[in-house]
Each structure stands twice: as C-alpha cells, then as structure tokens.
C-alpha cells in the first residue's frame, strides 16, 4: 500500500511538471528585442556603394496552430531606424521601415514536448518611410516584396509561458531615388535576430 501511494504522489509530481507545448487551436504571442542586420550591396551610380546600418526594436509575432505542428504567423515591429552611409565617406542619411512578414511554419516534436524547434518559409513586405539625406537632397526607396525564411526553438516554462529564440533572413531589394534623378539599386537582404518570451491560448 505505502509502495503504491509513493508510486502515484511521483507519478502526480512527474504530471504536474510536465509542460504541454503548442497545440493545434492554440494562438501563439511572443515578444521581445529584434535586431535587423543587413547584409547590404548596392549599384554605383553615385561613384562609391551605400550602406545601411543595423538597429534593435520591439520585435513581435502572432500565430496561429492549424495543427500540432503546422502554423500560419506574423512577424511585426515597431519601426527600425537606419542610418545610410556612402562607403568610404560616412552617414549620408537615415531612413525607418517597417517589414511585416508571413510565415508557414513546421514545429518539431509534440504537443508533450518542452523543446519545440521549428523552420518556416514565406514572405516579406517592407515600406520605407521618413527618409532624408544630411545634404537636404531628396530621398526615396521603393517598397519591397521579398521571400523569407527562419529558424528557431520554444522552451516551455508551463503550460502557458515559454521562451525562444529565432534567426529570419529577408530578400529586401529597393531602389533609391536621390535628387529625383539618380537610382540606386540597393540590396538590403537583412538576417533578423529575435530573443523573446511567449504565451499561448
């Protein structure tokens, strides 16, 4: 009999620890810092390569499970700013954007499991806004539609609570127009990187 009751209270304390992960029906939040790295080249027209610079801001997603391992998410930010600079001769300007991305999502494992790696395809849009050159010239860049891709793993704190972290790579190709006449192709091409926390529902 004591054999038995100390069976069931390991047994209950094993269930009790134990961490249910996504599920299908389940919404996923996450929140955290997200850093945009580019990985930048760019035309000549002007004698010498842009470049753009990287930068950190809010970064968050918003999924949804269609089934224990398939899931349809969005990646969101608050807006990241970046300086732009002529090779070889400094900041030039600065610009903001903001790029919403769409992902399919395959998680490994099962809904029992603590860890959850996952990979997933898709694809970015980026509208760039508020840029400016130092010399008071004109600036544009073109809005962007690219394909997507990421990497990542969710560790289950509870049922509910987990943490994680991603790596995105975005195709982000936009043209500048400065002074209103001369083009610059540039591709931008940035790997994200996210640490956040999350909560299912």
Same mark, same amino acid.
Do not use: H
């Given at each position: 009999m004591k054999k038995t009751l100390c069976s069931l209270a390991v047994l209950s304390l094993l &269930?009790? #620890?134990s961490a249910f992960a996504h599920k299908e029906g389940d919404?996923? +939040?996450? #929140? $955290?810092? #997200?850093?945009? +790295?580019p990985n930048d080249d760019s035309s000549e027209e002007l004698g010498a390569k842009l470049e753009v610079d990287s930068d950190t801001q809010l970064g968050l997603t918003f999924g949804y499970m269609f089934t224990d391992n398939v899931s349809f998410e969005v990646l969101a930010a608050s807006p990241f700013k970046h300086d732009?600079? +002529?090779? $070889?001769?400094g900041k030039a300007g600065e610009t903001k954007h903001l790029p919403p991305t769409f992902m399919l999502q395959y998680y490994f494992g099962t809904a029992e499991s603590d860890f959850r790696p996952y990979v997933g395809a898709g694809i970015n849009y980026t509208f760039f806004f508020?840029?400016?050159? !130092?010399?008071g010239a004109s600036l544009s860049l073109d809005d962007s539609w690219g394909l997507a891709a990421n990497v990542g793993l969710d560790y %289950?704190?509870?049922d509910d =609570?987990? +943490?994680g972290g991603s790596?995105?790579?975005? @195709?982000? @190709? &936009?043209?500048?127009t400065i002074g209103g006449t001369t083009n610059v192709d540039v591709e931008i !091409?940035? =790997?994200?990187? %996210?640490?956040? $926390?999350?909560?299912k529902f």
């Open positions: &269930t009790s #620890a919404f996923i +939040v996450r #929140a $955290g810092l #997200a850093s945009v +790295v732009i600079s +002529v090779q $070889g001769a508020d840029e400016k050159l !130092d010399s %289950m704190l509870n =609570w987990f +943490v790596i995105w790579y975005a @195709d982000i @190709d &936009t043209t500048a !091409d940035p =790997w994200v990187l %996210m640490i956040s $926390g999350g909560y």
